[in-house]
C-alpha cells in the first residue's frame, strides 16, 4: 500500500489514520510506502518539521526509513498537481493501493493532491479525513466515482446484487455470456466487482462496496431493462 499524505503543522491526525485498523484495506505494516508531501521551503516552519518528524519516527520502525519519501512541490497550480501526481506514480506499490489522509497540510496542498489521484489509472485509491474534533473521520474509495457511467454496467451489477449468473444477465441482456465476462473483466478494474474460483471452476462474481455506492451514483432502480 502506498500512504499518500499532506504535512502541516500537526502530525495528530495522519499519526491516527496510520495506525488505523480497517476492514478490507490493512493497517500500516511492513513493506507500504509513504510519501509526505511539503510545500517548497518546508525546513523553514519548524512546526512542519516537527510533525514530520513525529510522524516518521512511528512509521519508520513498521515500513522502514527507506520506504518514506519526502515529496517537496511548487505552489503553482499545475505543477503542484503534476509534480504530487508524478511521485505518486514513482512510489506505487505492487498491490496498487492507495490510502491518501487529506486531513492536514495548506489547503493547495490537499485540492492538488486530490487532483492528482483523481488522474490515476488502474490503481484503488481510498480517501481518509478526520474530523477536526477527532470525533472520527469519513473514508471513501474513489472507485465508483472515476467509474465511467454505463448503462450495461449499471444492469449487469444488479443483476449480480439479486444473486442472477452471468447466463441469465447475459440473457436478459441479449448479448453472450462471453460479453458479459468481458465487462466484469472492465468492471472489476474498477474494483466494482470482487472474482471468486470455487475448486478452479468459472469465477464467481460479487458486487463490492464501491460496486453499490456505483449503483447509488448512477441510480437506485435496477429494474429497467
Known amino acids: 500500500m502506498l500512504v499518500v499524505f499532506p504535512v502541516g503543522f500537526d502530525e495528530k491526525f495522519i499519526v491516527r489514520a496510520l495506525m488505523r485498523k480497517r476492514v478490507d484495506v490493512d493497517g500500516l505494516e511492513q513493506g507500504d510506502r509513504l510519501i509526505a508531501i511539503l510545500p517548497e521551503g518546508y525546513e523553514n516552519e519548524r512546526r512542519t518539521v516537527n510533525a514530520l518528524e513525529a510522524i516518521e519516527s512511528i512509521a519508520?520502525?513498521?515500513?522502514g526509513e527507506g520506504n518514506i519519501v519526502r515529496l517537496e512541490v511548487p505552489l503553482?497550480?499545475?505543477?503542484?498537481?503534476?509534480?504530487?501526481?508524478?511521485?505518486i506514480e514513482d512510489n506505487l506499490t505492487r498491490d496498487g493501493i492507495i490510502l491518501a489522509v487529506l486531513s492536514g497540510g495548506m489547503r493547495p496542498l490537499l485540492v492538488g493532491t486530490m487532483l492528482a489521484l483523481l488522474s490515476l489509472k488502474e490503481v484503488?485509491?481510498?480517501?481518509?479525513?478526520?474530523f477536526e474534533n477527532l470525533s472520527g473521520h469519513i473514508s471513501l474509495d474513489l472507485?465508483?466515482?472515476?467509474?465511467?457511467?454505463?448503462?450495461?454496467?449499471?444492469?449487469?451489477?444488479c443483476?449480480?446484487?439479486?444473486?442472477?449468473?452471468?447466463r441469465t444477465i447475459?440473457?436478459?441482456?441479449?448479448v453472450s455470456p462471453a460479453t458479459i465476462s468481458n465487462e466484469?473483466?472492465?468492471?472489476?478494474k474498477y474494483h466494482l466487482v470482487k472474482a471468486e474460483r470455487p475448486d478452479g471452476?468459472?469465477?464467481k462474481y460479487h458486487v463490492t462496496n464501491a460496486g453499490r455506492m456505483y449503483l447509488k451514483l448512477m441510480g437506485e432502480g435496477c429494474n429497467e431493462t
Do not use: C, H, M, Y
Open 60 to 63: 519508520s520502525p513498521i515500513v
Open 76 to 87: 503553482q497550480g499545475e505543477d503542484t498537481v503534476l509534480t504530487i501526481k508524478r511521485g
Open 124 to 130: 484503488r485509491v481510498v480517501v481518509e479525513s478526520d
Open 143 to 157: 472507485s465508483p466515482f472515476l467509474a465511467p457511467q454505463s448503462r450495461r454496467w449499471k444492469l449487469i451489477l
Open 159 to 166: 443483476g449480480l446484487n439479486e444473486g442472477k449468473s452471468v
Open 170 to 174: 447475459a440473457e436478459e441482456l441479449g
Open 184 to 188: 466484469l473483466k472492465r468492471i472489476g
Open 201 to 203: 471452476r468459472a469465477p
